[in-house]
């Protein structure tokens, strides 16, 4: 398999995950909790497909992209724009690249 196909089929496979949960109507008879875990599993498989490339991408710099990981994270939790979030978790990265 080639590299095209394989990002043409994993491209496919992660937007069929994003855009089911959305049209699911059968959703809204679920508990609240199962609803919410549902409407999150596209970002928690996201999640564990980048958090190993962000430890092992920088080789001997492996602490920039677990920084950068950490700052996304907690500007997550202060619940800022989702660019708010990449853009600090880029200058965290690069400075860190930088020491």
Known sequence: MNKVTMILLCSLVT????IIPQF????????????KAMLLLPTAALG??????????????WYAGLGG?????????????????IILALIATMLLLLI
Not at 48 to 56: D, E, G, Q, V, Y
Request: proline share 4%.
């Open 48 to 61: 564990s497909l980048i958090f190993p490339l962000a430890l092992t991408d920088f080789g001997a710099s």
């Open 24 to 35: 699911i109507s059968s959703l809204d008879k679920l508990p609240r909790v199962i609803k």
């Open 15 to 18: 937007m069929a995950a994003r």
């Open 69 to 85: 990981v950490v700052i996304a994270f907690i500007a997550g939790l202060k619940r800022t724009s989702m660019i708010v979030a």
